[in-house]
């Protein structure tokens, strides 16, 4: 139960504007209470104690994940399930565990832990970057290639690194072809661009209700 208390008018509005700022905070509040919580984050090693080096990735939860046309998998948030060759999440899985909270066998000769979960994207504070490669041009996540997060020390050189390859665009479903004429799709979450981009159109849509 939320309840709100005005005392006095803190906010200096007059009624009308006061009725107007509760009514976008509650619809702020709703659509925050909305938002569906599908990625996950974790990271997965050569070492079955998951520890040593190791490649950060996300999932998208309950969403069949397939790599290369062959490797597929599927998480709950909770569970863990993957097929090595069938390139499709069904029939006797190959690996699977009823916990993905502890280290775990997530494929041949690799061991998962999971990292963070219920996030809108694959991306959070400590790792506002992902990217991802496929073979389709809708960059669904059942046609994928490769997909890696990047962690906020490394942000700056692997954004970088993107421009100078000419990933430009983020945030969006791109097209790119190779130097040796080989076409696929890519798509970059940046976080930081995506919280700017929120912010700033937060402050327009306030400067008018108010204005």
């Known amino acids: 139960e939320i309840i709100l208390l005005f005392p006095s008018d803190p906010t200096g509005l007059n009624p009308s504007k006061m009725q107007k700022f509760l009514t976008i905070a509650l619809l702020a509040f709703i659509a925050v209470q909305s938002v569906s919580a599908e990625w996950l984050l974790w990271e997965t090693f050569t070492d079955e104690d998951c520890e040593g080096s190791s490649i950060i990735s996300a999932a998208k939860v309950d969403d069949c994940m397939v790599y290369n046309d062959a490797f597929a998998l599927q998480t709950d948030g909770t569970s863990y399930e993957a097929w090595q060759t069938e390139g499709e999440c069904s029939g006797t899985s190959e690996y699977e565990d009823e916990d993905i909270s502890e280290c775990f066998n997530s494929g041949p000769n ?61 945030n969006s479903c791109e097209n790119f072809e190779d130097e040796d004429g080989n076409e696929f ?14 912010m700033m159109t937060l402050f327009a849509f306030i400067g008018l209700i108010f204005a």
């Open 185 to 198: 799709h890519y798509y970059i979450w940046n976080g930081s661009a995506m919280l700017s981009a929120t």
């Open 110 to 170: 690799q061991w998962t832990k999971l990292i963070e979960k219920g996030l809108s994207s694959p991306t959070n504070s400590d790792y506002p970057v992902a990217y991802a490669f496929y073979s389709d041009d809708g960059c669904n996540v059942d046609h994928l290639i490769s997909m890696v997060v990047i962690s906020a020390d490394n942000v700056d050189s692997a954004l970088d690194d993107a421009e100078t390859t000419g990933y430009t665009e983020f």
